[in-house]
T-cell receptor
Framework: NAGVMQNPRHLVRRRGQEARLRCSPM?????VYWYRQLPEEGLKFMVY????????ESGMPKERFSAEFPKEGPSILRIQQVVRGDSAAYFC?????????????FGPGTRLTVL | DQQVKQNSPSLSVQEGRISILNCDYT??????FLWYKKYPAEGPTFLIS?????DKNEDGRFTVFLNKSAKHLSLHIVPSQPGDSAVYFC????????????FGTGTRLKVLA
């Protein structure tokens, strides 16, 4: 009964490069959420996706950030032209229903370091 | 604008005693609340939740209390064990977008053997 999988666990990029973070939801879950945690802060909602649909991206920066959840394969959070301020832990969560008192289950996170 | 606040960044408790972690919120539209535990270099692990129609929910050693009038919830762990040492996050979601969890900044619990 595999949980939410994220890779890579650690990612180092130089300023201006692209970062791609992957998330495979728990089996049976079709709702995926991305959160970002800056040092000494709580997790902040970024985006909510279902297969082939972005439902809510209100927490995502308007520029350089994009997310997708294709019909086949993992969800991808893509950060173009990374800057030092993008250094953070990025967590993916999944849930079975997406509404009501649905509980989100989190992956181990990807720690992005921008040099 | 911190809508979910955990005002104690850290807490130390003796093994076997009760740990009480507190959380305050400002948005009266929140109607679902959760507690997550997080170990270093891992993702948050779901612990327990409570809906606003209840004022208490219990699961083994963990009990969450909700005081809607005070906009306050607390997590009680009894008896505390060294393995409970972790950062505990309180999260809330509004009725209008129940997927958009709003997290507090966390309380680091240390259970002393």
């Amino acid at each position: 009964n595999a949980g939410v999988m994220q890779n890579p666990r650690h990612l180092v990029r130089r300023r201006g490069q692209e970062a791609r973070l992957r998330c495979s939801p728990m089996k049976g879950h079709s709702h995926v959420y991305w959160y970002r945690q800056l040092p000494e802060e709580g997790l902040k909602f970024m985006v909510y996706l279902q297969k082939e649909n972005i439902i809510d991206e209100s927490g995502m920066p308007k520029e350089r950030f994009s997310a997708e959840f294709p019909k086949e394969g993992p969800s991808i959070l893509r950060i173009q032209q990374v800057v030092r301020g993008d250094s953070a832990a990025y967590f993916c969560a999944s849930s079975p229903i997406g509404q009501g008192t649905d509980t989100q289950y989190f992956g181990p996170g990807t720690r992005l370091t921008v040099l | 604008d911190q809508q979910v606040k955990q005002n104690s960044p850290s807490l130390s408790v003796q093994e076997g005693r009760i740990s009480i972690l507190n959380c305050d919120y400002t948005n009266s539209m929140f109607d679902y609340f959760l507690w997550y535990k997080k170990y270093p270099a891992e993702g948050p692990t779901f612990l327990i939740s409570i809906s606003s129609i209840k004022d208490k929910n219990e699961d083994g050693r963990f009990t969450v209390f909700l005081n809607k009038s005070a906009k306050h919830l607390s997590l009680h762990i009894v008896p505390s064990q060294p393995g409970d040492s972790a950062v505990y996050f309180c999260a809330a979601s509004p009725a209008s977008g129940t997927y958009k969890y709003i997290f507090g900044t966390g309380t680091r619990l240390k259970v002393l053997a």
